[in-house]
């Protein structure tokens, strides 16, 4: 039988407040020892004890006698239970291989992580049904992932860490990971003009492109422009985060003035629309150049190669868990990484039709 030990009062005491610290009801600086006591219903010599143990523990850092304390977890200590939720743009996300080297390295870790029941899309970005779906779904962090502006906006003013997985985040008091793709793109556009291209079209989500283009389409259109081709809405055409429109958008594309050349957000929608080239007997290069502005694991199993915007995602995941870590111990962490991308040349691309 293990033995019997009891505990002081102070003992218990710390104790207590140990576990506050551990789940985050603690955090930064605590009240006095007197204001304390009070609280606890403990006397004023009990509550001192209990602190000192606190600070022995290295659970607690004091500022002198007389002034306020401030809680803290000990290195390697992590928090019990500290609940971390991924809030996806849509449902692809979910299976996404470096969402899913978060998720799993998080846990590892020792948080309880999970993705959000509902996505960006699934709200329709309107900010009111985020809040009460936020408000009834309570977490201790959360990673939003491709969020629009005014979401953005609305997690940097909350009281609860967020951090920004891509997203138009720039210039909001909020942590995130940028990334860097707008010199990419421009030596893409740069290639693609060396090979005769002039009707060149990017396809990014709606987000992107309202309520003004983000970086890298504005990079892209300046890219165009430095060459001397006018750009316009051809170049960045509109269409709603839908299968339907998005399909009905490369329909009227290809249906006036193709363009000979497409550079296009992510990999979902650069194989849709290899598929929808192969539906009409075309293909890249012969018929149109096409150039995906996201890496993917798929890739290295293509033939001729994909041109891509390449970064690497490992610097992404390794960003995501260090803010973990540091908001888990109470710390305000909203630095932006900014992590650098560089265009590869793959067989996809061709001299202009």
């Known amino acids: 039988m293990k033995p019997f030990v ?3 009062v102070a003992e218990q005491v710390e104790a207590h407040l140990r576990s506050e610290i551990l789940r985050g009801g603690l955090r930064d600086e605590i009240p006095g020892y007197r204001l304390l006591a009070e609280r606890l219903g403990v006397n004023h010599k009990t509550m ?7 600070e022995k523990s290295e659970f607690l850092v004091s500022h002198g006698s007389g002034r306020c304390c401030k809680a ?17 743009f849509e449902e692809d996300d979910r299976s996404v291989s470096y969402h899913r080297d978060i998720l799993d390295q998080l846990e590892i870790n020792g948080h309880a992580v999970a993705f959000a029941t509902k996505t960006l899309m699934d709200l329709d970005f309107d900010l009111n049904r985020l809040k009460r779906y936020v408000r009834d779904h309570p977490s201790d962090a ?11 906006e609305w997690f940097a003013q909350g009281d609860v860490p967020a951090f920004a997985l891509a997203g138009r ?6 942590a995130g990971a940028t990334i860097r793709k707008s010199p990419a793109i421009t030596n893409a556009v740069n ?16 987000d992107r492109r309202k309520p003004l283009p983000g970086g890298q389409e504005q990079a892209f259109l300046d890219g165009l422009e430095a060459h001397g081709i006018r750009t316009g809405s051809y170049n960045l055409p509109d269409w ?10 490369l329909d009227s594309l290809f249906g006036r003035t193709p363009p000979t050349a497409l550079i296009i957000d992510e990999a979902s929608l650069f194989y849709a629309v290899l598929q ?8 890249a290069p012969r018929n149109v150049s096409l150039v995906c502005m996201d890496p993917n694991p798929c890739f290295t199993w293509s033939r001729p190669g994909i041109a891509h915007i390449h970064w690497h995602p490992r610097t992404l995941v390794a960003r995501v868990v260090r803010w973990v870590y540091n908001v888990a111990r109470g710390k305000d962490d909203r630095r932006n990484t900014s992590i650098k991308a560089e265009f590869i040349e793959g067989g996809t691309i061709g001299p202009a039709p």
Do not use: Y
Not at 72 to 88: D, M, Y
Not at 240 to 249: G, K, L
């Open 6 to 8: 009891p505990k002081s």
């Open 48 to 54: 001192r004890a209990a602190l000192s143990l606190l």
């Open 72 to 88: 803290q977890l000990p290195e390697q200590q992590n928090p019990a239970g500290f609940r971390v939720t991924i809030l996806p």
């Open 142 to 152: 959360w990673l939003v992932i491709a969020g629009s502006r005014p979401v953005l």
């Open 169 to 174: 985040s720039a210039g909001l008091p909020l």
């Open 191 to 206: 290639r693609l003009v060396n090979l005769g291209h002039s009707r060149m079209v990017m396809l990014v989500r709606e």
């Open 240 to 249: 709603e985060d839908t299968i339907d429109d998005f399909h009905r958008c």
């Open 276 to 283: 929808f080239l192969a539906q009409r007997g075309l293909s």
